[in-house]
């Protein structure tokens, strides 16, 4: 192999694709109906897009921010890929949404203030510590595999198409976070503890997830989305299985047992755009650059 | 003859069972953890800007690269582990700055352009240095650099890319690209090392084909490579003296600051602090986690016995 020779190799542009790794230069959903099935709401289908994949955009970018801060080189691989992975899922909903809304994935992602974001609260907390984030991605995607589980099935061709690209990597994601309870549930005094305290920290947060909205009331009712109370009796099963081998269950108290934070009260938080300030910091981080430079094209 | 000189003489490959002299064996190591360092390390002049990528194309474009560097680290220590040497220690030896990474990686990222920039100059900066280690005389570090050259290329174009639509947006945008290009010129071309005449040794590892082409052969590789997409992107490059030299067939430039090159690998670099505080910060922050994996591990294989 000559010098050349190896430069040469590196121009040649037809096995791009292998190098492109999540980056979703190709349109997982070509060919997919995009018409809103007659009898549902396009609004609401909207709506319900924005919940869901503002979920995977807030809580990707909660992972973005471990980068470079992992454990361990392996976990900051991790880490990453469940990331990428969410944030393509927030892509590919957030255009859903906006073929509805009439507007693009970036406008929604970087043009909408606080109050419009529909993710649930639990998406927007920042983590403390490696436990904190391991026990908030294991609650937050296991409920989401239940869903997307469902999902699979829906009306909405486009959201069936969705789910099933998204079963396959929440799957891993669950499996990922699980691994971590079990192993920090188990490993020493001091990580049993973290990990205990991390649990009990965000359970409470989990009454949110299982509250049915009137849009998704309405959409279950049609066949388009999950009515997340029906979630409950899985997401209970995953959870004892998981904290049992981790030594650490029963949790002090019942899964999702409702607190809620001053000012709010049952019905009324993030799928209604209550959010904590949490939300707001990871708002003016995130939209920093586009809103910056007016007219700016990337 | 011994079996190691007729490999290198016969172009052959060392491979992990060889024999090879102690020499060897630590320049190798000490090469390749370097290289792995500077992936680490490199990760967060970037990193930095994922949160803020202003499209979520950009995003996730960004988002995978600074994994495809973590990627490369990881397969570049288990390259040294190869060895004889130990990730971990290998840790401690970089956050206790006995071990070094690319000078590149202690200039700060001041505006999303600097994405672009870095992909386009120091990339392409890298890929001139790296694609000769394809043909590293050990096995498995050549092997490694075959699959991160790629990915390193491809990081190269997405860079101009981005740099490519910036120039074709606002003022502003031009602006901001120039800008970012002013700075990152000269500590791009610093990243070949000092001169042939001051790079000592250089004449070792040119003979244990360690390494195939000199800091000043390699240098004049890239300026000759990057001039023309200088051009055709639209921007200037910070140096009065260049220009093409048509006897020579090579574009000539002006001398980089080498002054500046030994105050930031000596540590004295706008970000050397900061890079080696946060990847001290991540190790002491991981060490519990480290800890109840292995005692995890231990109990599972007490349980298997």
Redesign the interface.
Known sequence: ?S?DD??QA??DHDD?AR??????FTDPLAGVPSEVPPEVDAADLASYCLMLGDDALILS?RL??W????????D??AL??I??DL??Q??LL?TRAGQVLECS??DL??RRDTTDFRNVCLAERADG??AALIARLFVLVSWRLAAFDRLTGSRDAMLAAIAAKGVKELTYHRDYAAQWV???G???A??HD?MATAISAVMPATAELFETHPVEERLAATGVAVDPASLRHEFNAVLSEVLTAARLWPVPFAAGTATYPPGRHRGSGGRDGLHTAGLTGVLV??Q???RA?????? | MSAFDEAIARDQRVEPADDMPEGYRKTMIRQIAQHAHSE?IG??PE?E?????????????L??K???E??H??YL?SAAETLGAD?GDLTRRLIEGRQKYSSIFNYPTLS?ADVGVIGWLVDGAA?CNQ??L??SSYGPYARAMIRI???E??HQRQGYE?LL??M???D??RA?VQESVDRWWWPSLMMFGPPDADSPNTAQSMAWKIK??TNDELRQRFVDMTVPQAEALGVTLPDPELRFDAERGHYHFGQPDFEELRRVISGGGPMNEQRIA??R??DE????????????AA?LAEVAR
Not at chain 1, 19 to 24: Q, R
């Open positions: 192999m010098f190896a430069y590196l121009t791009d190098w492109a790794y999540g980056t979703g970018h973005q921010e980068v470079t801060r992992a454990p361990e080189l392996e900051e691989l990453a890929n990331a990428l944030l393509g927030a892509r957030l994935e970036d992602a970087f510590d490696f079990v192993r920090l188990d490993g020493t001091l990580s973290r981080e995130m920093s650059v586009a430079v007016p007219g700016g094209v990337w | 680490i990760m967060q990193g800007w994922i949160t803020r990528a202003p499209t979520l194309r950009r995003k996730a474009i988002l995978a600074v994994q495809d973590a990627g680290g990881l220590y990730r999303f890929i694609v000769p394809c043909r050259c790629k990915e290329s491809f981005l639509t910036m074709r947006g606002t502003a945008q901001m195939r082409h946060r990847r910060q991540a922050d991981g060490a519990w986690v480290r800890e109840a994996a292995a005692a995890h109990k």
